[in-house]
Nanobody, 115 residues
Framework: QVQLVESGGGLVQPGGSLRLSCAAS????????MGWYRQAPGKQRELVAT???????NYVDSAKGRFTISRDNAKNTVYLQMNSLKPEDTAVYYC?????????WGQGTQVTVSS
C-alpha cells in the first residue's frame, strides 16, 4: 500500500523560506512522477511542480524562480524548497505520485505566509 507523508509546513513571514518533504513508502518510486500541488481556501487544487524519474521538472508560472523541486530516489522522497514566499502562496500543499493511471496523494501540510 502506497503511503505519502508530508512534513515541513508552517507559518512564515512574507519573503521567508520553507522546505517541504514527502516520504513515500510501499513500492519503489524511481519511475514515478512525483509532485506538489496546493489548494487555497475556496479555490481548486493546482499544480505547483513535478519532477520525473529522469529529473525533468515542471513548474506553475507563479513558482518559477522561487520554488525548486527535487527528489532523492534512494530515500523515496521528494522535496519542495520554497523561497521568497508570498501571502498568495498560503494553501494546503499535497504530495502526489503517479505512474500511468495510478495516482496517490498525501494528507497535506498547511503553509501560511503572513506577517
Amino acid at each position: 500500500q502506497v503511503q505519502l507523508v508530508e512534513s515541513g509546513g508552517g507559518l512564515v513571514q512574507p519573503g521567508g523560506s520553507l522546505r517541504l518533504s514527502c516520504a513515500a513508502s510501499g513500492t519503489n518510486f524511481r519511475l514515478y512522477v512525483m509532485g506538489w500541488y496546493r489548494q487555497a481556501p475556496g479555490k481548486q487544487r493546482e499544480l505547483v511542480a513535478t519532477i520525473a524519474f529522469g529529473g525533468s521538472t515542471n513548474y506553475v508560472d507563479s513558482a518559477k524562480g522561487r520554488f525548486t523541486i527535487s527528489r532523492d530516489n534512494a530515500k523515496n522522497t521528494v522535496y519542495l524548497q520554497m523561497n521568497s514566499l508570498k501571502p498568495e502562496d498560503t494553501a494546503v500543499y499535497y504530495c502526489n505520485v503517479r505512474l500511468g493511471a495510478f495516482s496517490s496523494w498525501g494528507q497535506g501540510t498547511q503553509v501560511t505566509v503572513s506577517s
